[in-house]
């Protein structure tokens, strides 16, 4: 059974920083995409990021047509079968909950993620 396991969010004021953790267990394929995805208090669930085996991460734009890319990091410890997510400079708009997903295939569409953590939250205070 696949699951996902995140940590690492908290409250902070805007300009500080977090570091997610998400741990996987239960996949046979050590080959696969991991990636964040974030849901603020009414609105749509949006992609951060997502990472393959072996590559490196991809940055999704957000709403406001910028990118996280140079605020955010994501990247994997496959030993540990770890991903993280950290972030800096953050801003109230970063404000929501964040989760990890995992698939066979790498995808910009969430529907296409078959697994997922349980989120955690991660509040910027103005």
């Known amino acids: 059974q696949v699951r996902l396991v995140e940590s690492g969010g908290g409250s902070v004021q805007t300009g500080g920083s977090l570091r997610l953790s998400c741990v996987l267990s239960?996949?046979?394929?050590?080959?696969?995409?991991m990636a964040w995805f974030r849901q603020a208090a009414g609105k749509e669930r949006e992609g951060v990021g997502r990472?393959?085996?072996?590559?490196?991460?991809?940055?999704?734009?957000?709403p406001y047509g910028d990118s996280v890319k140079g605020r955010f990091t994501i990247s994997r410890d496959y030993s540990k079968k770890t991903l993280y997510l950290q972030m800096n400079d953050l801003k109230p708009e970063d404000t929501a909950v964040y989760y990890c997903?995992?698939?066979?295939?790498?995808?910009?569409?969430?529907?296409?993620?078959?697994?997922w953590g349980q989120g955690t939250q991660v509040t910027v205070s103005p």
């Open positions: 990472i393959f085996t072996g590559t490196s991460p991809v940055y999704f734009p957000t």
């Open positions: 239960g996949m046979a394929d050590n080959r696969n995409c």
């Open positions: 997903a995992a698939s066979q295939g790498c995808w910009n569409d969430r529907t296409k993620y078959a697994w």
